[in-house]
């Protein structure tokens, strides 16, 4: 098993060992640990969608120290969050779980066409911390996407120097894509090899659609013969697309589903060689032990294709 | 009492020491000193809303010395205002009560539909002045909300490495959100959240009526029976969303008004496990003997509670 | 008369000996010294108003070194003007009188509805040309309000901890006001609180009219019964409105008048306890005789209250 | 077992939760993983007394790689060496093994009385190469020990504010002790002292004999009746030196012995309530086999008392 | 007599005004103020020799504000002091009077053949207290002496930089010359030089005697018959060699004298042109009203040469 996470730590090679020793500590640790595959808790929809809509459900989870004990009890490999809830179990939690500290965060009372985040922790936030990663969001395709862009190519050299890995969320959104574009197949594979050429060492997606949305892309998935109707499909055109699977690319899975509907959707993940899932408002708004099982369920699916 | 102080600054583990000292210095301050209770007297309306407005009504109040005096002969766990403010008593008054430097402040000679305060003063200044903590006052909502939490970003990680605690006014507005909405429960909750994910010690928002503004959260808030009738449960409620009560969430009466009026308001923060209050122009307006009385009263609230 | 210093001086506290060492220069030089009373000569209208509008009248005053002489002929307390006008005299007049660096000015080629003036000179100027203080000029009400008050915010702080004493011009203007509210009491009362707030060791205003511009504004000045129907009322007013009297802050007399006029205004100015006089146009414009003549007068006004 | 390393971890309230996280990492890793007990693989032979002294008995120790292996496969809590030894593995090694870097080293072409080893690497090094921890050496007693404890000072400050460990070394020598001095209780605990007053979270001294060095240390001892004639009772005593047991301190063999000399010190060090060994030439100089089996021999000594 | 202080100030033509405003401020000060002449009060002799040594014979001196006072009263023209004397009465005396600080000073605990001062204070507080000028002392001779130098050329610029003036006392002592070399007027003559080749604005030396130190001096002395038998020869002698006249070279007296004594000297530093005297123990030992005397009848010797 080790193995195979000394293979994907050789695609890293222009990265210092520091930053090595984080990718590492997140590959091996929790239930998936050595495996290669990844499945990550993040809790930023406090600050992304408000309390209530996030935590009402299952109000354990207004509670910060209830994330980081649910990501270790479930055998996560990392917990991500923003500043506040970070801090909040820093201490008791150091060095139980790796944890990824989200530099940039939107919230929701105002909506925008052309979104843009708002820088709201440090690299130095994530040292202090015990973090073993940054994360970052870009918005590919909207009208700030160069702000985004450039914001995080400072906050990923200073990450990188420092050896903590850097976590890219890519979500293509703004005036330019319908609402369909933003999970469409072409959308989602550009916007994953964007993140994969800034220099993010994990890319986080949402999982693809077989809507086109781009009509010069659209030419090229007919004119090659890309083959996009299956979710496993469409998984390993992304993973292609990013660097030819020499990236790690998970996948979210978006709003609250039913169990049947996230596990469905795993399966298409795992079989077309995903890295692993993203799982949030699926994993916390449901009772711990419910929520653990789940998890578990997931990671089942990992390993057997691991 | 002492142990609540204690078992509060337990929630803090993420920050020095040196923040811990501040926070315990406002803690134990005051006739709530050792409670966990608060009660600040803010005076940042002469820049705010401009002086005869401000203080024509309580004249003693043109004079910066009279409100430090006034929160010591009260009882105040501290006192917060701009720079002129402090500057004018930081000599006399040094150690005397905690303080807290307003950074940024908005005047009302021009009105926009998506304010942002200047920032007007520094870490540097509250170091210089002998503060126990910062404050600054975000509008989510507002268009420029996200220059605010940069802003803010930057600011706290610099108190914090300093040692200065750090009081979050969070203030939603915009042109995003309805006149009623800047006070609905749904919004004062998640502005209360976001101040929380943001990294503040202690949060200020307004008392929250039982109006909800957003339709994702109304639909949420039926769904799940989350109770916004009386005051206390929607305070019960406020808390709750920061941080499960692991964060210091103090309420503002907002406009003068007559003291069963206060009280009564202050009864349901005290009800619904607010940690306290401030309170400026209802303290600052009245001539000093009844401003006193008032504060007591409402200090006794709080005591009831404790 | 040395205790009325003394007494100012004890109202900056705050600040370092070495501010006080240059507030006490200013107050106690010229034939005010050890007053109390101020009477500051100020020449920036030739960067503000242009050569000939300037200058022409007088043409002596198109030379820098005549405004030094000026100032130390009529025995005022301090001589402000932008970069230029000083550093063609500093080496000459080097230690002779108190001088003031204007730190930001706006030239008349291009009149906007929101304006904001350039900064043109830093603290480290002010070190290297010997003055007593910096200079700024703030548009409360324009909608680049927050940008002036955020680069005041730096240089008063640069300025204060090299011991530079800050004078801060407060105009109120700007698309949210009319042209006749630029110099209503309100505002004008509101510009000065909003410079004390600002931190400003001396403040200038305009001497203002008894309009009253905002309506909340209004209806407090009628229901508490301020009186502002003299000058003398509104000065009072202004003084008590800039920290009931514990910050200096004198008066600009505007466009060039009659020397009756000058002499009304500051009788008024006097009475109502205003500090001084900052008078440009109405000195320079003059020939030196009479305009140190007009001066001389100006300041035996103040004599007689101080 | 993981609420002895909770507990030990609270003794050190005033550093970060990074700090924290990397000091569980060492205390978690190994045989000896969770119990507080520590064992480590030091190797800075090969600059301090030159490579064919160092490796020549088991050529193996020649190649960097081999003590990572060992490290590892001995089960040990960390690995510490200098720069170009960590550096040469970091990259295979990442993250498998918490590593120290040593950032002082000292080598013996040339011998004084007075010694000082050389910086030679830094705190950026260690982020870089993914380091739990910096190592650095002082000799108290030595004419140039402020020059040592002001470089550990900065480089201390430095560390922790970026989430490193501290591990001191603090090795009394010098023109004023004599060579048994260097070992003597009196002077041992005298040094374990001065490197928690510095800061240090993990101290390494050597076993201590019953010698006592200093007079006036000598007249105390006798007073007191402090017990020194068993190496229990002086470890307990050095422990008890070291903020009576609230910071981590291990011991160190010093030269080559056989495996009974060995195991009876460190039977000493446990029984007298050590938290563990460094254990260099006495582990590398031997065969791998019969290095791994003496380390766990000596790992099972502190197992039986943890 | 305003034209003297413009005539010295033309010698500094490569300085900021800033400077120049300084040494005004001293020039003008006192009852010397606009001859070019100047007393200064030193009281450095509690840090140098011991509070007893210094202030037990005239105990009102052990208070910091005595001499502040003392100054002032006398009509010095400055008062020169280290961090703390300065510190305690800075707020009071604030532009009172010219003060000096002291940057370097040494103790006499331990007495080295090859003397240097510790560096005790900043620019940075020397702008913050408000002082005129920098003071600094150089041991030319010492084998520190190039370290002085060292510390002295950053002092310098960084105070000219900030238009404070720069006082350097020039003391040559150190193994390479004799006691009595000290104040040998070859030596003396030469401290002085330097001190002008350092760039200093005002040289403090010793009243040198007529003994001629070096060897290759002595030779150049009798050759070109330099006078040195008087000390009005040997005061025109250093002030020849500080720049032929144009640089300020004041003169120290040393240990107490009588009256006689004291006044003896001074009026040879008046006939060789000498620009004044700095006089501490002489002043401050005696009871005040005779030390005002006699600093009187000091001012007055100078005065007849004005």
């Given at each position: 098993?080790?193995?195979?996470?000394?293979?994907?730590?050789?695609?890293?090679?222009?990265?210092?060992?520091?930053?090595?020793?984080?990718?590492?500590?997140?590959?091996?640790?929790?239930?998936?640990?050595?495996?290669?595959?990844?499945?990550?808790?993040?809790?930023?929809?406090?600050?992304?969608?408000?309390?209530?809509?996030?935590?009402?459900?299952?109000?354990?989870?207004?509670?910060?120290?209830?994330?980081?004990?649910?990501?270790?009890?479930?055998?996560?490999?990392?917990?991500?969050?923003?500043?506040?809830?970070?801090?909040?179990?820093?201490?008791?939690?150091?060095?139980?779980?790796?944890?990824?500290?989200?530099?940039?965060?939107?919230?929701?009372?105002?909506?925008?066409?052309?979104?843009?985040?708002?820088?709201?922790?440090?690299?130095?936030?994530?040292?202090?911390?015990?973090?073993?990663?940054?994360?970052?969001?870009?918005?590919?395709?909207?009208?700030?996407?160069?702000?985004?862009?450039?914001?995080?190519?400072?906050?990923?050299?200073?990450?990188?120097?420092?050896?903590?890995?850097?976590?890219?969320?890519?979500?293509?959104?703004?005036?330019?894509?319908?609402?369909?574009?933003?999970?469409?197949?072409?959308?989602?594979?550009?916007?994953?090899?964007?993140?994969?050429?800034?220099?993010?060492?994990?890319?986080?997606?949402?999982?693809?659609?077989?809507?086109?949305?781009?009509?010069?892309?659209?030419?090229?998935?007919?004119?090659?013969?890309?083959?996009?109707?299956?979710?496993?499909?469409r998984i390993a055109h992304v993973v292609q697309s990013t660097f030819d699977g020499r990236?790690?690319?998970?996948?979210?899975?978006?709003?609250?589903?039913?169990?049947?509907?996230?596990?469905?959707?795993?399966?298409?993940?795992?079989?077309?060689?995903?890295?692993?899932?993203?799982?949030?408002?699926?994993?916390?708004?449901?009772?711990?032990?419910?929520?653990?099982?789940?998890?578990?369920?997931?990671?089942?699916?990992?390993?057997?294709?691991?």
């Amino acid at each position: 098993m080790a193995n195979r996470v000394d293979e994907i730590l050789g695609w890293y090679g222009a990265d210092h060992p520091g930053v090595l020793k984080n990718l590492r500590w997140m590959l091996e640790s929790g239930r998936l640990g050595g495996t290669g595959k990844m499945v990550i808790l993040p809790v930023d929809q406090g600050f992304e969608h408000g309390p209530a809509r996030s935590f009402a459900k299952n109000p354990a989870g207004y509670d910060p120290l209830y994330h980081y004990q649910l990501a270790i009890d479930a055998g996560c490999n990392a917990y991500a969050a923003p500043l506040g809830f970070l801090e909040a179990g820093a201490r008791q939690f150091a060095g139980r779980i790796p944890t990824i500290l989200k530099l940039n965060n939107s919230e929701s009372l105002l909506s925008t066409s052309d979104p843009k985040p708002a820088v709201t922790a440090s690299v130095e936030d994530a040292l202090r911390l015990g973090c073993a990663a940054v994360g970052f969001t870009i918005y590919p395709g909207s009208a700030e996407r160069n702000e985004m862009y450039m914001e995080f190519r400072e906050i990923a050299e200073d990450a990188k120097s420092v050896g903590l890995a850097v976590v890219l969320w890519s979500y293509p959104r703004g005036s330019g894509l319908s609402k369909e574009g933003e999970t469409a197949i072409d959308v989602i594979a550009y916007g994953a090899q964007i993140a994969a050429q800034l220099g993010a060492h994990i890319i986080k997606v949402k999982a693809p659609t077989d809507h086109i949305e781009q009509a010069a892309a659209r030419a090229v998935y007919e004119a090659e013969g890309i083959e996009v109707s299956s979710l496993a499909d469409r998984i390993a055109h992304v993973v292609q697309s990013t660097f030819d699977g020499r990236r790690i690319v998970i996948f979210s899975g978006g709003a609250a589903k039913d169990t049947d509907g996230v596990l469905a959707e795993v399966r298409g993940i795992a079989a077309g060689g995903g890295f692993g899932s993203i799982m949030g408002r699926n994993a916390f708004q449901r009772p711990k032990g419910e929520a653990i099982e789940l998890l578990h369920s997931v990671m089942d699916l990992y390993l057997e294709r691991a």
